[in-house]
């Protein structure tokens, strides 16, 4: 079992700035993808970026070039930096790990989530 710990949310105005963190402990396997997803009410959970130990990321088209996800050298903490926001933003960003093995994923874990609103 793995446990997340989001931080890092709040309200900002459009056009600034935050960054999420992610603490994950627990059982974390070395081979994993961790990332941020996030749900506005009314709306499906959706994935915003991941990273896989190795590096490699994955992004929305909607947030390229805005938002970049990182991780610590122990790659137990997980960050999204969040640039030039936009009030579409505005959601609960929840962090995911997966341990993966092989083409499959186990282990799936979520944290309580984070309020992310950009507003004037």
């Known amino acids: 079992q793995v446990q997340l710990v989001e931080s890092g949310g709040g309200l900002v105005q459009p056009g600034g700035s935050l960054r999420l963190s992610c603490a994950a402990s627990g059982n974390i396997f070395s081979n994993n993808v961790m990332g941020w997803y996030r749900q506005a009410p009314g709306k499906e959970r959706e994935l915003v970026a991941n990273i896989r130990n190795g590096g490699s990321t994955d992004y929305a088209d909607s947030v390229k070039g805005r938002f970049t996800i990182s991780r610590d050298n122990a790659k137990t903490t997980v960050y999204l930096q969040m640039n030039t926001l936009k009030p579409e933003d505005s959601a609960v960003y929840y962090c995911?790990?997966?341990?993966?093995?092989?083409?499959?994923?186990?282990?799936?874990?979520w944290g309580q989530g984070t309020q992310v609103t950009v507003s004037s």
């Open positions: 995911r790990y997966r341990r993966i093995i092989g083409s499959l994923y186990f282990d799936n874990s």
